[in-house]
């Protein structure tokens, strides 16, 4: 190879390298960033799991795209199941009259409650649902607190609760 032809081929690769080297602090912190958001998205989607959206479409009502703002800011107010006081990734926001039947109060912040899904508590689907997903209790708030801090075996013994199941609606 004659010398006239290295020359260019050396400045090339070095103009290559000093991009390279510029360029990488930028490169990670681009992928961390993008690694973020995968996580954000992977972790809402574990919290979600929306029963409440899943009756309502067999009722034929679809969850407002504005939902999912509406129960993060909810979670904001009040992130711990107002029963156990439990935060974390299994509290729900749960609709004191429910989303199938009053629908035009699925965003109205009066009508949200946080209660959780916590292994041995499942307060969500004993006291807002009267152990059905299909059922409701709009007198959940008063049992919330008749309840408070009770597992769901000692709620599924209370002879109070079992009448309440039997006439569930
Ligand atoms: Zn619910
Ligand atoms: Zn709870």
């Known amino acids: 190879m004659n010398n006239a032809l290295l020359l260019p081929i050396i400045v090339v690769l070095v103009v290559l390298l000093i991009g390279y080297i510029l360029l990488a602090p930028r490169r990670r912190r681009h992928q961390a960033i993008h690694h973020h958001t995968k996580r954000r998205v992977v972790k809402n989607l574990l919290k979600r799991v929306d029963h409440g959206a899943r009756v309502a479409i067999e009722h034929g009502h679809q969850r407002s795209p504005l939902w999912p703002g509406v129960a993060d800011a909810h979670l904001l107010r009040e992130p711990s199941c107002v029963v156990c006081g439990y935060r ?82």
């Open 88 to 169: 974390g990734r299994h509290v729900q926001v749960h609709h004191v009259k429910p989303f199938h039947l009053h629908p035009n109060l699925e965003l109205d912040p009066n009508n949200l409650i946080t209660l959780c899904e916590a292994g041995g508590r499942e307060h969500h689907l004993i006291l807002g649902h009267l152990d059905s997903w299909q059922s409701y209790n709009e007198h959940v708030r008063a049992d919330a607190k008749h309840y408070y801090r009770k597992t769901a075996a000692q709620i599924r013994d209370d002879l109070r609760w079992r009448k309440m199941m039997v006439e569930r609606p």
